[in-house]
Nanobody
Framework: QVQLVESGGGLVQPGGSLRLSCAAS????????MDWYRQASGKQRELVAS???????NYADSVKGRFTISRDNAKNTVNLQMDNLKPEDTAVYYC???????????WGQGTQVTVSS
């Protein structure tokens, strides 16, 4: 059973940076597509960034040029570097691991990011 644990959230001022990490258990991490989602209070969960097993990345328009997703298969981790943060980035950020062929669709517990002065 895959387990995901996020870390790195916190309070930051507008224009600041945070780096989120998601650590995965198991030995086949490299086969997963890894996503970062976020859910702001009163809003639907939205996809922020994805990285496939081959390293191809995709970003929501709202974070392009500010956020960078990366993965380290040797450490079973995926990271989200968030720069030039805005108040509208405030949300709970969730890590997701998926692989349709392996029937994997697992979520982490979430980490709070608050951007405020």
């Amino acid at each position: 059973q895959v387990q995901l644990v996020e870390s790195g959230g916190g309070l930051v001022q507008p224009g600041g940076s945070l780096r989120l990490s998601c650590a995965a258990s198991g030995s086949i991490f490299r086969f997963y597509t890894m996503d970062w989602y976020r859910q702001a209070s009163g809003k639907q969960r939205e996809l922020v960034a994805s990285i496939t097993s081959s390293g191809r990345t995709n970003y929501a328009d709202s974070v392009k040029g500010r956020f960078t997703i990366s993965r380290d298969n040797a450490k079973n981790t995926v990271n989200l570097q968030m720069d030039n943060l805005k108040p509208e980035d405030t949300a709970v950020y969730y890590c997701n691991a998926r692989n349709a062929g392996l029937l994997i669709d697992v979520w982490g517990q979430g980490t709070q990011v608050t951007v405020s002065s």
